[in-house]
């Protein structure tokens, strides 16, 4: 069974933790850190809410049900289709995609080694 990290989101009051290979979690932490940066110099009027990564934890028991615990991949695969859809002119999105789609692809990677027995 692999270790398992969970990274805490949060955006206006709505929390919920992505589930990492505790190899990546930190990769989805500094991603966040780095689409924070550099969202607020995108020009285009569909740039989608970005949730803040402010924790990292080993293990999550949950007590309240409206706290979701989302896979790390499904997570980047919604992140990537949001980013994907901005139609922005002026600012270089592609350099914020290929980091996206980098980790994506890790992370596919990492499932299909992990899961192939």
Known sequence: MPTMRYVLMKQNETVHFVEMPQSHAYQLSAL?????????KLTASNVP?????IAECDNVELHDT?????SGLDY???LEQDFAQIKEQS???I?????????????EQW?????ED
Do not use: G, M, V
């Open 76 to 78: 980047l695969n919604k």
């Open 95 to 107: 350099s914020l995609l290929t980091e996206i789609r980098a980790l994506q692809a890790q992370l």
């Open 32 to 40: 966040n850190l780095r689409l924070h940066k550099e969202i607020d």
């Open 91 to 93: 600012y270089p999105l």
């Open 66 to 70: 409206s706290i979701q615990t989302i």
């Open 49 to 53: 809410a970005l949730p803040y990564a």
């Open 111 to 115: 499932y299909e080694e992990e899961y």
